[in-house]
Each structure stands twice: as C-alpha cells, then as structure tokens.
C-alpha cells in the first residue's frame, strides 16, 4: 500500500503562485524510482492530466500549463511537487497527486480556488 497526501493549496489572486505538496509513504523505496502525475479536476469537469515527472528526470505538461507549472521531486524527503505561477481562474479545481506501482495511487487532493 502507498499513501499519498497532498497539501498546499488555497485561496489565491489571479498572477499568485502555490506550491502543492504530495508526501508519500508506504510501499514506495523510493521517489525516483516511479513516474509520477499531478492531475486536476474542476467543477463538472473530468479529471485530467497537468505534469508528469518520468523516472529519468524528464517532465511533461500540458499545454494550459506549459511555462507557467513546474513539477519536482525530493527523493530524501518522499515528495513531490507542483510550483504553480501566474495562476488563472481557469487553474481553480482540485489536484490530485498519483503513482502507480502494483496499482495506481491517488491522494486526497488538495483544492486550488483563484479568484479575486
């Protein structure tokens, strides 16, 4: 079993940045060794893919996030992150980290409201 928690989100201003968290644990030897996902989901909408961080290092983003969020990992620390700046009303939605190893993992998610 692999627990995941995610945190960091909140309220923020239109062009604000957060940085989200996921803290995993559990039946995981090491961060590195997986690829791993930071998802959304807005109000109605389905869940889709933001940022991937592939076990060699490599990411990928989506293109409404493409130059404006970061993903990262810390091995020693069992956490990822997602830096995300210059955030729009349309970011607002709830996120959600997730792995896979003998199954797919998911957190709890941690909601992201932009809005003046």
């Known amino acids: 079993q692999v627990q995941l928690v995610e945190s960091g989100g909140g309220l923020v201003q239109p062009g604000g940045s957060l940085r989200l968290s996921c803290h995993a644990s559990g039946s995981i030897s090491s961060i590195n060794a997986r690829d791993w996902d930071w998802y959304r989901q807005a109000d109605g909408n389905q869940r889709e893919l933001v940022a991937v961080?592939?076990?060699?290092?490599?990411?990928r983003y989506a293109d409404s996030v493409k130059g404006r969020f970061t993903i990262s990992r810390d091995n020693p620390k069992n956490t990822v992150y997602l830096q995300m700046n210059s955030l729009k009303p349309e970011d607002t939605a709830v996120y959600y980290c997730?792995?896979?190893?003998?199954?797919?993992?998911w957190g709890q998610g941690t909601q992201v409201t932009v809005s003046s």
């Open positions: 961080i592939f076990r060699d290092g490599s990411t």
């Open positions: 997730s792995v896979v190893t003998n199954k797919q993992y």
